[in-house]
């Protein structure tokens, strides 16, 4: 695999790091939050190969986009990738529970795997990760803050 580069987009939820190849996206971080990173040591800093995320986010942020059409790497376990490919089918404005997801999957006992899962997501937002909430509708945890989760989930209308 060929070196990440990495840039920093601002955001109306703050400056997103943003990481991959000129090939795909491999991670997207929030300025603050449980999950947040920065760049790593070996990663070196180049705009151009994040020119569509860059457009792609700015046009979700204006309410423009409703589903994000970016080549991605994601790396982790194939329950992990199942549940990341189903968060990318639920559409912009709905919601799903863990449990929904978890049932979704053949794994109707899952919601905590479905949590776990969900919460190593590497690439927020285009992956809708933020529109996973408890099944008593209560907005659970999220790696950019549960404030981000509230104003993403107000952005898209699922929320007054």
């Not at 999950?35 to 942020?61: C, H, I, N, T």
């Not at 990341?84 to 978890?102: N, V």
């Not at 690439?123 to 933020?130: A, E």
């Amino acid at each position: 695999m060929s070196a990440l580069s990495y840039t920093h987009i601002a955001s109306p939820v703050g400056d997103l790091l943003v990481a991959g190849t000129a090939e795909a996206l491999h991670f997207l971080s929030f300025p603050s939050g449980h999950k947040s990173f920065g760049p790593r040591p070996d990663w070196r800093r180049a705009d151009a190969p994040f020119r569509a995320v860059k457009e792609q986010l700015a046009a979700y942020f204006a309410g423009e986009l409703h589903r994000f059409d970016l080549p991605l790497h994601l790396s982790g376990t194939a329950f992990q990738t199942s549940v990341w490919h189903s968060l990318a089918t639920i559409p912009l404005g709905e919601t799903r529970t863990y449990g929904q997801i978890a049932a979704l999957l053949g794994r109707p006992k899952a919601s905590r795997a479905v949590g776990a899962a969900n919460g190593n997501n590497p690439v927020p937002i285009i992956l809708p990760c933020h529109r996973v909430i408890g099944s008593n509708g209560s907005l659970t945890g999220f790696g950019g803050g549960l404030p981000v989760k509230d104003y993403l989930l107000r952005l898209e209308g699922v929320l007054a």
